[in-house]
C-alpha cells in the first residue's frame, strides 16, 4: 500500500506546496534575506518550472472517437 498515490496532479501539487511554505515559513522567520535560502526556493521553483514543462512536452492528445467507426453528430 502506498503512502501516497503519485500520479502527475499530486506530485505538481505537493512541489507547489512545499515552495509555497517554504516561502511562508521563511518571510514568517525573516530569513527570506538570506544569500542561500533565496537560492534553494527559487531553485526549487526552477526544478518545478523544468518538471512541468517536461511534462508538458510528454504529454499526448487523447482522440475520443474511434477511427474504424466515425459518426455523424450533424443530425
Do not use: C, W
Not at 8 to 17: D, G, R
Not at 44 to 55: D, E, H, P, Q
Amino acid at each position: 500500500m502506498k503512502l501516497l498515490p503519485l500520479n502527475k496532479n499530486s506530485l505538481a501539487l505537493i512541489t507547489v506546496a512545499v515552495l509555497s511554505i517554504g516561502f511562508f515559513i521563511s518571510g514568517l522567520m525573516q530569513i527570506l534575506d538570506y544569500f542561500i535560502v533565496k537560492v534553494l526556493l527559487f531553485g526549487s521553483f526552477g526544478i518545478l518550472i523544468v518538471i512541468a514543462i517536461s511534462y508538458a512536452f510528454q504529454n499526448e492528445a487523447k482522440k475520443n472517437r474511434p477511427e474504424e467507426l466515425p459518426q455523424d453528430d450533424l443530425h
